[in-house]
């Protein structure tokens, strides 16, 4: 960093300097972070330096890595913002089945690095995020229903401190701080390294197949009705989409609304294969035979293959979105969804998704940390960009909408890594947990240098 970019012998970047704007720069376009410094740090070293720099300054610090939550929390006006990017390689040890990950990774790195070894991590749809704020946050994965909330694959974390100490967090050492680390909602530190547990992978059924929305009926009361019994190797979503034409978008999925059911079924060992495939097929096979598929990504491939099924955006794109967790919808609950996001209802939204949770999710992980379940049978996301006709405002107000049309399913819980929107209603923690990590926090913040870090979703009633 040049000298022309920091105030005084500080570690912050200021506002139009080069420095500043590679650190504040987010992925959800919507959501633009306007830091009163920011800087890029990598490792635990240059860390403390910009932690210790904010202080000093009079100034709260937020983190970040890739800014796919930018519109799901406090907006950063006023704080020192923290870029984390890696130091270093992600480290696989085959012996224990773990991985090493410095913060600022993603969780492609992460996938690249397991699976030479047949190995695999709880990831999230997309390469591009940032592995550290979707496991604090809990993570649900498309290999959830086997692992449950990726949160509980973390055997570790490092990180430093309001004072400016490192400290390490695992089962034994610091196990409170552990505990409330993984889904405690952030604001304890700025997390530096983890290390999660790895799975075996031999093959993954993954992809993603698209009919016309005007099929959506009976092609969601197939998945629903599968979703009921299906294997815990299995974790599927359904989506609506209405994307518009714009670069990067295939012409068969922009020529009109369409419903996606994509996911992955997991094969441990190679013997799991042939079940696998048949697992796949009871699901697949079932839709096929109501409409005939726009396209069919489907297909036997490695673990890498399923960064590719959800074909998230790979540039940063302005989003507007909600998310809040569903109760079993029945026939009532099927149409109020279809009504509110379906292609008759006039929705705005680009995705609405329903992902399938149960299994794995629905258990408690006595070794897991404060959010270490979801009670619920699907998670629901809804987003739209406001592109051409479509505006905020449109769909702040759809997203309104869909929430009131499906108010009679809403849990009232959310998971923080599917939050999308800071302003919508978000609770993820019971009073007396967020009450517990609360107390937890301020020992280790008693000054409260991250608390505008601290999602709203673990904010005590």
Same mark, same amino acid.
């Given at each position: 960093?040049?000298?022309?970019?920091?105030?005084?012998?500080?570690?912050?970047?200021?506002? @139009?300097?080069?420095?500043?704007?590679?650190?504040?720069?987010?992925? &959800?376009?919507?959501? +633009? %972070?306007?830091?009163?410094?920011?800087?890029?740090?990598?490792? #635990?070293?240059?860390?403390?330096?910009?932690?210790?720099?904010?202080?000093?300054?009079?100034?709260?610090?937020?983190?970040?890595?890739?800014?796919?939550?930018? @519109?799901?929390?406090? #907006?950063?006006?006023?704080? %020192?913002?923290?870029?984390?990017? +890696?130091?270093?390689?992600?480290?696989?040890?085959?012996?224990?089945?773990?991985?090493?990950? #410095?913060?600022?990774?993603?969780?492609?790195?992460?996938?690249?690095?397991?699976?030479?070894? *047949? !190995?695999?991590?709880?990831?999230?749809?997309?390469?591009?995020?940032?592995?550290? *704020?979707?496991?604090?946050? *809990?993570?649900?994965?498309?290999?959830?229903?086997?692992?449950?909330?990726?949160?509980?694959?973390?055997?570790?974390?490092?990180?430093?401190?309001?004072?400016?100490?490192?400290?390490?967090?695992? =089962?034994?050492?610091? +196990?409170?701080?552990?505990?409330? !680390?993984?889904?405690?909602?952030?604001?304890?530190?700025?997390?530096?390294?983890?290390?999660?547990?790895?799975?075996?992978?031999? /093959?993954?059924?993954?992809?993603?197949?698209?009919?016309?929305?005007?099929?959506?009926?009976?092609?969601?009361?197939?998945?629903?009705?599968?979703? /009921?019994?299906?294997?815990?190797?299995?974790?599927?979503?359904?989506?609506?989409? &209405?994307?518009?034409?714009?670069?990067?978008?295939?012409?068969?999925?922009?020529?009109?609304?369409?419903?996606?059911?994509?996911?992955?079924?997991?094969?441990?060992?190679?013997?799991?294969?042939?079940?696998?495939?048949?697992? =796949?097929?009871?699901?697949? @096979?079932?839709?096929?035979?109501?409409?005939?598929?726009?396209?069919?990504?489907?297909? !036997?491939?490695?673990?890498? *293959?399923?960064?590719?099924?959800?074909?998230?955006?790979?540039? #940063?794109?302005?989003?507007?979105?909600?998310?809040?967790?569903?109760?079993?919808?029945?026939?009532?609950? =099927?149409?109020?969804?279809?009504?509110?996001?379906?292609?008759?209802?006039?929705? +705005?939204l680009a995705v609405a998704t329903l992902r399938q949770l149960g299994g794995a999710f629905a258990e408690e992980d006595?070794? @897991?940390?404060?959010?270490?379940?979801?009670?619920?049978?699907?998670?629901?996301?809804?987003?739209?960009?406001?592109?051409?006709?479509?505006?905020?405002?449109?769909?702040? /107000?759809?997203? =309104?909408?869909?929430?009131?049309? !499906?108010?009679?399913?809403?849990?009232?819980?959310?998971?923080?890594?599917?939050?999308?929107?800071?302003?919508?209603?978000?609770?993820?923690?019971?009073?007396?947990?967020a009450a517990a990590v609360a107390r937890i926090r301020r020992r280790y913040d008693p000054r409260g240098v991250f608390?505008?870090?601290?999602?709203?979703?673990?904010?005590?009633?």
């Open positions: 960093m040049s000298t022309a970019d920091v105030r005084d012998d500080d570690a912050l970047a200021e506002p @139009g300097t080069p420095h500043y704007e590679e650190a504040a720069r987010v992925f &959800n376009l919507a959501a +633009p %972070a306007h830091p009163a410094a920011a800087v890029t740090a990598r490792g #635990p070293a240059e860390v403390r330096a910009a932690v210790l720099a904010a202080t000093r300054r009079g100034l709260t610090v937020r983190v970040h890595t890739s800014g796919h939550a930018a @519109g799901a929390v406090r #907006p950063l006006d006023g704080s %020192a913002l923290i870029r984390t990017a +890696p130091a270093g390689e992600v480290e696989i040890d085959t012996a224990t089945r773990t991985a090493r990950i #410095p913060a600022g990774a993603r969780w492609g790195d992460v996938v690249r690095a397991a699976a030479p070894h *047949g !190995l695999g991590a709880a990831h999230g749809s997309a390469a591009d995020v940032g592995v550290i *704020g979707y496991l604090l946050g *809990g993570g649900v994965s498309f290999y959830g229903r086997r692992t449950g909330l990726a949160a509980n694959t973390v055997r570790a974390i490092e990180l430093v401190t309001a004072d400016g100490g490192c400290v390490r967090a695992d =089962a034994t050492t610091e +196990p409170e701080l552990f505990w409330a !680390l993984r889904g405690g909602g952030g604001g304890f530190g700025v997390v530096t390294a983890v290390e999660v547990a790895l799975f075996p992978v031999a /093959k993954v059924v993954t992809g993603a197949t698209y009919w016309s929305a005007a099929d959506a009926g009976p092609l969601l009361a197939a998945w629903r009705a599968w979703t /009921k019994d299906a294997p815990r190797e299995a974790t599927t979503s359904l989506r609506l989409m &209405n994307l518009p034409p714009v670069p990067g978008v295939l012409p068969q999925l922009a020529a009109g609304p369409v419903l996606c059911v994509d996911g992955a079924v997991l094969a441990p060992t190679a013997h799991d294969v042939p079940a696998a495939q048949r697992h =796949a097929d009871e699901l697949l @096979g079932t839709l096929r035979e109501i409409a005939p598929a726009l396209l069919d990504t489907w297909a !036997l491939t490695g673990p890498a *293959g399923v960064l590719d099924a959800h074909m998230d955006p790979a540039d #940063p794109v302005p989003f507007i979105g909600d998310h809040f967790l569903l109760r079993e919808l029945g026939d009532d609950g =099927a149409e109020a969804f279809l009504g509110a996001v379906g292609a008759d209802s006039g929705s +705005p006595p070794a @897991g940390g404060v959010l270490n379940q979801v009670d619920a049978a699907y998670a629901y996301m809804g987003s739209g960009p406001p592109f051409g006709p479509v505006t905020v405002e449109a769909l702040e /107000k759809h997203c =309104a909408t869909v929430r009131a049309a !499906l108010a009679p399913w809403d849990t009232g819980r959310t998971v923080p890594s599917l939050v999308e929107g800071f302003t919508r209603p978000q609770r993820h923690l019971t009073e007396d947990r608390a505008d870090d601290v999602s709203a979703g673990a904010a005590a009633l």
